[in-house]
């Protein structure tokens, strides 16, 4: 008698734990396969919108990465190759010559390169650069805003939750396409804003 | 001299222009020496068909530990396996993509159609559950990179008493309550913020992840595997389902013979010991107790989802919506630096405070209802917990707990029942 309760008890166990077990079996590849559908139309990966970007120099200190996936990269094509470049020099800057002091860039990671009267041409040392920002807002305040913040895909490790679109101030951030995963401002895109007034706390 | 001063004139002047950022001040450059500008560089993402490579790996790795485990019943193949996992998943993928942190993403797609998962990201999330549903938990054994690096480092496990392996066991419920909620209000990815050795495989963290992962390393130098066993939210899922996976690991290859020699064997405290023969009180008293306990399981989850909903803003205060309408509140005295970035940025977005407003009473609405179900959730979780202490049930022999057993298969090295000759 026990022994054949036993028995069945075992059994009904064995079959409780096959129908769970087949319930959960097909709620995960239901879930899978829910999910999957339009898994296909391609990945996404984080890219931060130039137009909207305030330089706010968050990029440079909140990534997971030291120095930032957030790099400086230049549209050369939007470039003045200005020799007074708002995005190299510093303000009160007297000389215009690439004296350490002269320079806005932090790690001299933008290079000036003499072309022809009056022309230069800027690059930027991607391994020093470290997505501050500073002559980004340097050429936008005085320039063609050629100088853009971007994430390098390259470095970026495409974080769930990127760590900079959490705290960046103009919700700049978005998930976008991998197969066009860069957003370059170009002149006119900007969106009409509301220049806030001064003292308006 | 005088060309500069012209020169900052013209800036003074294109400065305070107000609408013409964008304008283009400076006319592309015409080169008379024939130079040619460089194209902008726009470095690719990682391909592809790396992440379907990754897929494979996880399969491979997948199969080999549980063919270790199940068929060879060997410890030296699990660790070199896992030996593996943290090589290719830890220190050369840095962490990412684990099926830890893909609970969010998936929560985030079923919550936010928007959002599109990678299909490799849904493998990853299901593929190391239906293999616990057949072979115990050996992703946690040989796959899982932050299991690896607790293991190999366990030098001196101490044993922990039951009640407090009880009660900290409780702790990965609710970071699975609180990443879920995260994940389903697209707040923030938990898991992921703070998984306390993507820092050692990265060689890059800050200071106090940094500290928080050497604090884990240290702690599981002699309590084994502490993440895994008292903060996991992954493994909640794996452990429900590892309790009626088909197949699992057993101490002894035949039959146990209670020489008591695995009895120390399980650094994770993971060993059923044989019930006693005859139980210590009445099976009445027991029953009583039992039946005391599932009454007080409804009550229990009223009184959670209650608590949850009342801590709903406390919980919402995450959310960087909510945290900037609480920023704009702040008198203009106390505004910081940090803060003050942040409200400029929102004068200049153009939205108005009362959109914000309308928008962060959405949010909190959402939170108060998450607050609910978390708050539920816990107390049922609770409540099974406090009713399952009193559950006795039968059985004669050493036997690993299915749900707890990380199938690492150092118990069958102690067993000295040697497996029956198959010919």
């Known amino acids: 008698m026990d022994q054949q309760d036993q028995g069945n008890k075992i059994d009904r166990r064995k079959f409780l734990n096959n129908g769970i077990r087949a319930g959960i079996a097909i709620g995960v590849g239901g879930i899978g396969y829910g999910l999957l559908k339009n898994a296909f139309s391609g990945e996404l990966v984080w890219q931060l919108d130039a137009s909207k970007c305030i330089q706010c120099g968050r990029c440079a200190t909140s990534c997971v990465l030291t120095p930032s996936a957030v790099k400086c990269i230049h549209v050369y094509a939007m470039c003045g190759y200005c020799d007074l470049c708002g995005g190299f020099f510093r303000p009160e800057t007297k000389q215009l010559n690439t004296a350490a002091e002269n320079q806005l860039c932090p790690t001299s990671a933008l290079k000036r390169k003499f072309i022809e009267e009056p022309f230069f041409e800027y690059d930027i040392i991607e391994d020093l650069c470290i997505g501050c920002g500073k002559c980004v807002k340097g050429c936008e305040s005085f320039g063609n805003g050629s100088l853009q913040l971007q994430v390098n895909h390259k470095l970026c490790k495409n974080c769930n939750q990127c760590a900079i679109a959490r705290v960046c101030p103009s919700e700049a951030f978005s998930r976008v396409p991998a197969k066009n995963p860069y957003l370059f401002k170009s002149f006119g895109n900007k969106k009409p804003v509301n220049k806030p007034v001064e003292g308006d706390e | 001299m005088k060309k500069f001063s012209v020169l900052f004139l013209l800036f003074f002047i294109l400065y305070f222009l107000p609408g013409t950022s964008y304008a283009q001040r400076f006319p592309k450059p015409e080169f008379d020496s024939g130079h040619v500008q460089p194209p902008t560089l726009t470095p690719a993402p990682r391909a592809e068909f790396l992440a379907w490579f990754d897929v494979l790996v996880l399969i491979g790795s997948l199969s080999a530990a549980s063919w270790f485990v199940i068929k060879k019943r060997s410890r030296k193949g699990v660790f070199w396996v896992s ?22 993403n998936v929560v985030l797609a079923m919550f936010h159609p928007a959002y599109i998962i990678p299909a490799t990201v849904v493998i990853f999330f299901s593929l190391p559950i239906l293999f616990t549903l ?29 009640w407090v392996q009880t009660a900290l066991g409780l702790i990965p419920y609710i970071y699975l309550g609180l990443a879920i909620l995260y994940a389903a209000t697209a707040t923030d990815f938990v898991i992921c913020r703070y998984d306390p050795f993507v820092g050692f495989f990265r060689f890059d963290a800050t200071f106090n992840m940094l500290f928080l992962g050497g604090i884990f390393l240290l702690v599981s130098l002699f309590i084994g595997r502490p993440y895994c066993r008292f903060l996991c939210p992954y493994g909640v899922l794996l452990n429900l389902t590892s309790r009626i996976s088909r197949k699992h690991i057993a101490i002894t290859p035949t039959e146990c013979i209670q020489c008591r020699l695995c009895e120390d064997s399980c650094p994770f405290g993971a060993i059923e010991l044989p019930s006693p023969v005859k139980p210590a009180e009445k099976r009445e008293t027991s029953v009583r107790r039992f039946i005391l306990l599932v009454i007080i399981i409804p009550p229990l989850v009223l009184a959670g989802g209650f608590a949850g909903s009342m801590l709903h803003e406390n919980l919402a205060s995450v959310h960087p919506k909510v ?30 405070v009362n959109e914000l407003y309308a928008e962060v009473d959405g949010i909190l609405k959402v939170f108060y209802v998450g607050g609910w179900l978390l708050g539920g959730f816990l107390g049922l979780v609770f409540g099974l917990t406090l009713a399952n202490l009193s559950k006795f049930k039968y059985q004669p022999d050493y036997i690993p707990d299915k749900g707890t057993c990380l199938s690492c298969a150092r118990c069958v090295d102690y067993c000295p029942v040697k497996p029956e000759n198959p010919a």
């Open chain 2, 134 to 162: 057949f072979f115990g938990r050996t992703f946690c054994a040989g796959v899982c990179p932050l299991g690896a690096i607790q293991d190999i480092v366990l030098f001196k496990p101490v044993k922990l008493k039951p």
């Open chain 2, 323 to 352: 945290r900037l309408a609480k920023q704009l509140l702040i008198p203009s005295k106390e505004v910081t630096e940090d803060i003050k970035v942040n409200i400029d940025a929102f004068k200049t977005s153009g939205k108005t």
């Open chain 2, 83 to 104: 030996l593996f996992a943290l090589a290719y998943f830890g220190f050369y993928r840095e962490g990412c993509i684990c099926p830890v942190g893909s609970v969010q």
